[in-house]
């Protein structure tokens, strides 16, 4: 009887030696290494704030919608932080598209982008301030656009 992983919510086998759907194991294993949080561009945008004083909490869902997270979330200023890695969420600079399995690659991308802004627009209308910053960004750069933002929410 197949398992249900944790990470993905999708049903594994216990037997590990199945053959994934990736086309070679060097990508198998390349996607299992892809982390939906504690990435390094968050850590390093987390420690800053954090000696910075600021306090926060870690992929937590802002919204109603529990299955979406935001990385950093600041909850009495409603301030909601998603570092979007390049490949992932289609930044304009950095993005690419794979050559093997364009076919399901594309219609995937975009539908990360179509999710990214129906979150953002939902969190927006219901009174979140939201940030979105992109994994080449220095963390310096993000941590202090965050930290603008934190203190104009609370001095409203």
């Known amino acids: 009887m197949p398992s249900i992983g944790r990470d993905s919510g999708r049903r594994r086998s216990p037997d590990r030696s199945t053959k ?11 996607m299992r290494s892809n982390r939906a949080r504690d ?31 935001a990385d950093i979330v600041f909850t009495r200023a409603r301030i909601a932080i998603f570092v979007d890695g390049c490949f992932w969420h289609g930044c304009p600079e950095h993005a690419t598209i794979p050559q093997a399995h364009a ?7 975009e539908r990360n982008k179509s999710r990214d802004a129906e979150t953002t ?29 934190v203190k104009a929410r ?3």
């Not at 076919?103 to 991308?109: C, D, F, I, Q, S």
């Not at 209308?125 to 940030?131: D, E, R």
């Open 20 to 30: 994934s759907w990736a086309i070679a194991d060097g990508v198998a294993r390349s």
């Open 154 to 156: 609370r001095r409203l």
């Open 121 to 149: 627009s939902e969190l927006i209308s219901k009174g979140w301030t939201v940030i979105r910053v992109w994994e080449h960004t220095p963390p310096e750069i993000a941590a202090a656009r965050i930290a603008d933002a």
């Open 103 to 109: 076919e399901y690659w594309v219609p995937k991308l």
């Open 39 to 69: 990435t390094k561009p968050e850590l390093a945008i987390r420690r800053l704030l954090h000696a910075a004083g600021y306090r926060y909490r870690v992929h937590y869902p802002p919204g109603s919608n529990k299955r979406r997270k």
